[in-house]
Structure formats: structure tokens, C-alpha cells
């Protein structure tokens, strides 16, 4: 699942667009209703996604293959 989901939990930029980057700041600006919906929808997704536990088991897996393919090379 992503990260973001455009309008939902943020906006999705194109870096090598500053234009579109310009428009989406006047539009946050111009309307605080969206940016704090914006912010808080995206700040909820990360505390229900990045849990102490799910995190934890994300770093002991990306430990283990590191381990599997240190023990590979010998």
C-alpha cells in the first residue's frame, strides 16, 4: 500500500515539477480546513501502520536477510 494517497493523507508532487509544487503551497495555504485534514489523515496512517511491533519485525527481518546473505558470502 502507499505511503500517501493524493488528497487523501497528502499530496503526491512531481519533483521536477516546482510549478505543480508552487500550486499544491497556495492551495494548502488558501484553504487550512484541507491542510489539517491532509495532516491529520497522513499522521493517523503512520500510527496505525508504523506500531512499535511492526516496526520491530520490520528490522529483525531486514537483520535476518542481512545476516543469510553475509553467511551466503563465506
Same mark, same amino acid.
Given at each position: 500500500?502507499?505511503?500517501?494517497? @493524493?488528497?487523501?493523507?497528502?499530496?503526491?508532487?512531481?519533483?521536477?515539477?516546482?510549478?505543480?509544487?508552487?500550486?499544491?503551497?497556495?492551495q494548502?495555504?488558501?484553504?487550512?480546513?484541507?491542510?489539517?485534514?491532509?495532516?491529520?489523515?497522513?499522521?493517523?496512517?503512520?500510527v496505525?501502520?508504523?506500531?512499535?511491533?511492526?516496526?520491530t519485525?520490520?528490522?529483525?527481518?531486514?537483520?535476518?536477510?542481512?545476516?543469510? @546473505?553475509?553467511?551466503?558470502?563465506?
Amino acid at each position: 500500500a502507499a505511503l500517501v494517497t @493524493h488528497g487523501n493523507d497528502g499530496l503526491l508532487i512531481d519533483p521536477a515539477d516546482p510549478a505543480q509544487m508552487s500550486q499544491f503551497v497556495a492551495q494548502l495555504m488558501d484553504d487550512p480546513a484541507l491542510a489539517r485534514h491532509l495532516g491529520e489523515a497522513g499522521h493517523a496512517k503512520l500510527v496505525r501502520r508504523y506500531t512499535i511491533e511492526t516496526t520491530t519485525d520490520l528490522v529483525e527481518g531486514l537483520y535476518r536477510r542481512v545476516r543469510r @546473505h553475509r553467511q551466503s558470502d563465506r
